[in-house]
């Protein structure tokens, strides 16, 4: 693991940015750290994205009976009205149960590293087994899960036009691979993409301020690249610890996947667009204040203790990585059949 930082900008390099002429000379310093997202599409490792796997993927992620209880889906975690993730502390999941951690958002997701916390599902295709199978979440069985889509004639020729060279294509490695098709298309272009590709008026003043405090202050150690994050492993409280209600003793991160001491609360670092539309912040969503989090991560990670003009700077520029949603149209879903599997387990609470 690398670990680095740099020192935290004076006053006077705050205040140069007031001087004409410094707009393709702070965007030629942030292309360095950062990469506009494409416009089309990218491309995944081993699964091919075609319409077909999409639209199939799309269902998938809508429905609910791919749970155990027949109410909790993808969306229902990672919620597409409301940034990509839930807006709660941790995820309620099956007979409403809390989670562990925040659940992350969806959007733009295909450009991480790996994905979770802890980094343990290298792409969102191995991301999308996880929930499915965990206790907490959606509790089914990829037995379960196939025995479902098969009682469904429409999802059988969804998933025949999809993997179409496949004899017997309603697998559990399919189904992951069409959500992780569809999820990659969940991309949010946002003013700080425009401005990157040379639009000077997509960030106002005090934006591009929060962005050079941003890059001087040393955040972009963690949070850099395409998805302003999401690349890399980083032990929380690099500097100071923060209290336990940010950093509880008993999540150590990384370590679960590991096992290796160093990686004792060290966590994959959150991608940070969207950050404004995703509260509440950090593993454990304690934090419901963008600017709180702004603090603490100053505090935690630089050591640097930033004045309120430079909080409510980078502020301002973590509001400019809010991107503009792909229309989203809810899927009709197939219809249950009498072959189809049953709710199953406790779906109230007690």
Not at 122 to 148: C, F, H, S, Y
Not at 185 to 191: D, F, K, N, Q, R
Not at 240 to 268: I, M, N, S
Not at 318 to 337: I, Q
Request: aromatic share 8%; charged share 20%.
């Amino acid at each position: 693991m690398r670990y680095s930082r740099t020192l935290p900008m004076t006053a006077a390099t705050v205040l140069i940015l007031a001087q004409p002429g410094l707009a393709d000379p702070l965007r030629d310093e942030a292309l360095t750290w950062f990469k506009p997202l494409p416009s089309t599409t990218p491309a995944v490792t081993d699964n091919p994205i075609t319409p077909e796997k999409i639209d199939l993927g799309k269902a998938l992620f809508f429905d609910p009976r791919m749970s155990a209880s027949g109410v909790f889906s993808c969306n229902s975690c990672h919620n597409l009205a409301t940034g990509g993730d839930d807006n709660l502390e941790t995820s309620i999941g099956h007979g409403w149960q809390k989670g562990p951690r925040n659940a992350p958002t969806v959007l733009n997701s295909v450009f991480n590293e790996a994905q979770f916390w802890d980094g343990r599902a290298p792409d969102l295709a191995a991301q999308a087994k996880g929930p499915v199978q965990a206790g907490v979440e959606m509790a089914n069985t990829p037995e379960n899960v196939i025995a479902t889509l098969n009682s469904m004639p429409q999802y059988v020729d969804w998933f025949r036009a999809s993997f179409p060279d496949e004899a017997d294509p309603v697998t559990f490695d399919n189904f992951a691979k069409a959500i992780e098709a569809y999820e990659a298309t969940l991309i949010t272009p946002a003013p700080f993409d425009a401005w990157l590709n040379g639009d000077d008026a997509a960030l106002d003043d005090q934006q591009k301020q929060g962005l050079q405090v941003f890059m001087e202050a040393g955040c972009v150690s963690c949070h850099a690249g395409i998805n302003v994050g999401g690349q890399g492993y980083y032990p929380f409280g690099l500097i100071e610890k923060p209290g336990a209600d940010v950093l509880p003793p008993g999540d150590k991160g990384r370590f679960a996947v590991t096992e290796t001491a160093d990686d004792e609360y060290v966590f994959r670092a959150a991608p940070l667009r969207n950050i404004a539309v995703t509260a509440p912040y950090f593993h454990t969503g304690n934090v419901w204040d963008l600017r709180t989090a702004v603090e603490i991560m100053a505090t935690s990670q630089l050591g640097a203790d930033l004045g309120d003009e430079d909080v409510t700077a980078v502020t301002a520029f973590l509001e400019s990585l809010t991107g503009t949603m792909p229309e989203v149209v809810y899927p009709v879903l197939p219809p249950e059949t009498a072959a189809t599997p049953r709710p199953t387990g406790e779906v109230v609470p007690n």
